[in-house]
């Protein structure tokens, strides 16, 4: 299934860029974009207990759809998460305990935007985009803590789900090397609709639910 996934969105990706090579109309580059994650619980008896700082970094491209606009997209692998507070059973013969999750999930994401922007004023260009992110669990890890005792699980992935999909919003400025070349600076804003729980919290008889998002600052150079 994994692979299938991986498979469709890299085609989705890859289909426009190779048009806009025929059309000279490509830009690519490179980002790194430290971040600040949380999640958002939608279950009752769970709880938010704060962010984590997260790290993104990967292939940005553009490709030019009109003199002001592009469709921009790339292949980003997105070190986000969160914290979450809840009572879990950790044992048949125990009481329910108040447990907090620090989530640290990664995934591949294939950004799928529209990109706007304005003439060159000075040596600035500024762009605003909008469109959807289409991300798969590559890793989900945790650290647990309750009753003063912290346990590190390095794999979680029986209670993250594979797929995230999210709305991603951006600002930001390219600074002209000269030519294609840029420097990139922005804000974007990615915020996820869909789960990325599942399984049973036995504690509240329900399936939990909870959605991922994240603020980065993104950095990049553009050719």
């Given at each position: 299934?994994?692979k299938?996934?991986?498979?469709?969105?890299l085609?989705?990706?890859?289909?426009?860029?190779?048009?806009?090579?025929?059309?000279?109309?490509?830009?690519?580059?490179?980002?790194?974009?430290?971040?600040?994650?949380?999640?958002?619980?939608?279950?009752?008896?769970?709880?938010?207990?704060?962010?984590?700082?997260?790290?993104?970094?990967?292939?940005?491209?553009?490709?030019?759809l009109?003199?002001?606009?592009?469709?921009?997209t790339?292949?980003?692998?997105?070190?986000?998460?969160?914290?979450?507070?809840?009572?879990?059973?950790?044992?048949?013969?125990?009481?329910?305990v108040?447990?907090?999750?620090?989530?640290?999930?990664?995934?591949?994401?294939?950004?799928?935007?529209?990109?706007?922007h304005?003439?060159?004023?000075?040596?600035?260009?500024?762009?605003?985009?909008?469109?959807?992110?289409?991300?798969?669990n590559?890793?989900?890890?945790?650290?647990?803590?309750?009753?003063?005792v912290?346990?590190?699980?390095?794999?979680?992935?029986?209670?993250?789900?594979?797929?995230?999909?999210?709305l991603?919003?951006?600002?930001?400025?390219?600074?002209?090397?000269g030519?294609?070349?840029?420097?990139?600076g922005?804000?974007?804003?990615?915020?996820?609709?869909?789960?990325?729980l599942?399984?049973?919290?036995?504690?509240?008889?329900?399936?939990?639910?909870?959605?991922?998002n994240?603020?980065?600052?993104?950095?990049?150079?553009?050719?």
């Amino acid at each position: 299934m994994k692979k299938l996934l991986l498979s469709v969105l890299l085609v989705a990706m890859l289909a426009p860029m190779a048009l806009a090579v025929d059309m000279g109309g490509f830009r690519f580059g490179l980002k790194a974009s430290p971040s600040v994650a949380w999640m958002k619980p939608e279950t009752s008896g769970y709880e938010p207990d704060g962010v984590r700082i997260g790290f993104s970094y990967g292939f940005i491209s553009d490709v030019a759809l009109g003199d002001f606009y592009s469709f921009s997209t790339g292949l980003n692998i997105n070190i986000i998460g969160g914290k979450l507070l809840y009572p879990e059973i950790l044992a048949p013969t125990e009481p329910a305990v108040t447990l907090s999750r620090n989530y640290n999930l990664q995934y591949l994401e294939i950004p799928l935007t529209i990109k706007m922007h304005t003439q060159e004023i000075g040596y600035l260009t500024y762009y605003g985009r909008f469109g959807f992110g289409a991300g798969v669990n590559l890793r989900s890890k945790s650290k647990d803590s309750y009753n003063n005792v912290t346990i590190e699980q390095d794999d979680i992935k029986g209670d993250t789900r594979l797929f995230r999909a999210s709305l991603i919003v951006g600002l930001g400025v390219e600074y002209s090397l000269g030519g294609k070349t840029a420097l990139v600076g922005g804000v974007t804003f990615n915020n996820g609709f869909t789960n990325v729980l599942k399984g049973t919290n036995e504690a509240l008889n329900r399936k939990p639910s909870a959605i991922n998002n994240f603020l980065e600052l993104t950095l990049g150079i553009m050719f």
